[in-house]
């Protein structure tokens, strides 16, 4: 039995590879008209193909992409919470503005429970109570926490206390009164200070003494 | 397609893991079928198709996005699927016994050189018989033909994926065919 010229095979293969030149195709297909043998081959590989290609489709499990993502690996999902920022730039700034307010504004509120008041000149204190003597002339705001103000004399300024009570006297006050008993109230002051404080940054007079 | 691959992968890149999984969606079952059809079995598939996803995931940043996303996919669970094949063949005599006395099934998951007895053969279904001869063909031509004729991907797509020449390609698939067609002479 004579074997086919390999040259002839390889025209096969090219040819169904679609990239087999017109002028081999000639030669291919005089060959296959004259040899027997070179017609079972190419029968054949025909029959291979369609017998290959005869393979049905297959398609993945149910559940497939479930299963693959719990696979990957977890310490991305971390960025999850990133990812969340970053679509929510607002929500986040606030969030953040929120808890770092409620702390600095709770801390603030629990731990100054002492006795505290602004430092002027001239001033008395009694007990839990700042005295502004009779005769005397105070000049710039006085804070007092925890305690009370009583003003006999003269002040030039505003009053703030906290925690405490304005004692309303013949003394003279130039400035605003504000009497803050309440969380709320407190909170609200900060924030208003807050903000007073960052108009004037560098002008801090508020020196405190605690007792 | 592309663009709509792209734009999924830049935002698995920004951390978006759910953008990922309908990345997964799309190729869930190519990919699928691929690794199947080189393994010849479900649960190994199964496996190598997963983890292909999962280094794609893990290394999506490494992708050119000029390039086509599934030709790099593909590329990923080929490799893994001939690493498997070569891995498997140590263990391939432990089987050996095991095999005659569980039937049919169990011959297509494995990479197999021995040709079946003739009546065994007759008795196998076509689609069990057409992984069979696929599985017996060597893992380099396995992979040209698999791409060629189930995927029908284009040679020079397949060229890219098994990173070799045009030329290896085709000879690939040339001897690939020459081999089935003399596994499949008594058919």
């Known amino acids: 039995m004579k074997t086919c010229p390999d040259y002839i095979v390889q025209y096969m293969n090219d040819y169904l590879d679609g990239d087999l030149e017109p002028s081999k195709e000639r030669v291919l297909k005089e060959n296959l008209a004259t040899c027997q043998d070179c017609q079972k081959i190419y029968h054949e590989l025909n029959k291979t193909i369609a017998f290959v290609q005869s393979a049905s489709h297959i398609e993945a499990p149910k559940g497939f992409v479930e299963a693959t993502m719990n696979k990957l690996p977890k310490q991305k999902q971390r960025s999850g919470a990133q990812r969340w920022f970053k679509q929510h730039p607002l929500l986040t700034a606030a969030a953040i503005f929120f808890v770092m307010m409620s702390a600095v504004l709770f801390s603030d509120f629990n731990n100054e429970q002492q006795f505290s008041f602004t430092k002027q000149p001239n001033v008395v204190v009694e007990g839990n109570t700042v005295i502004v003597p009779e005769g005397e002339v105070v000049t710039g705001d006085i804070t007092v926490r925890n305690g009370d103000l009583r003003v006999d004399g003269e002040l030039h300024g505003d009053v703030t206390v906290v925690n405490g009570q304005y004692m309303a006297s013949s003394g003279v006050i130039t400035g605003e009164v504000e009497e803050i008993d309440q969380v709320f109230d407190w909170l609200w002051y900060t924030i208003k200070n807050g903000f007073k404080d960052a108009a004037s940054i560098f002008n801090n007079e508020d020196a405190m003494i605690g007792e | ?187």
Request: proline share 3%; hydrophobic share 40%; with cysteine.
């Open chain 2, 1 to 187: 397609m592309d663009a709509l691959v792209n734009k999924r992968i830049a935002k698995v890149i920004k951390g978006d893991q759910d953008a990922f999984a309908e990345i997964v969606e799309l190729y869930q079952h190519q990919l699928y079928q691929i690794c199947y059809r080189m393994l010849g079995n479900k649960h190994e598939a199964e496996d190598i198709a997963q983890e292909a996803f999962m280094r794609a995931y893990v290394n999506i940043h490494t992708f050119d996005q000029k390039r086509k996303f599934s030709t790099w996919l593909y590329r990923i669970a080929t490799n893994l699927c001939i690493d498997r094949i070569r891995k498997k063949k140590p263990d391939y005599h432990l089987d050996a016994e095991v095999r005659g006395a569980e039937g049919l099934n169990m011959y297509s998951s494995i990479a197999n050189d021995d040709q079946l007895p003739e009546d065994e053969l007759v008795k196998m279904e076509v689609q069990e018989r057409v992984q069979y001869e696929i599985s017996r063909l060597p893992d380099k031509y396995r992979a040209a033909i698999v791409l060629k004729y189930i995927e029908e991907l284009p040679l020079a797509e397949i060229s890219e994926i098994l990173d070799l020449p045009l030329g290896t390609v085709k000879t690939r698939i040339h001897r690939g065919r020459e081999a089935l067609r003399k596994q499949l002479s008594n058919l």
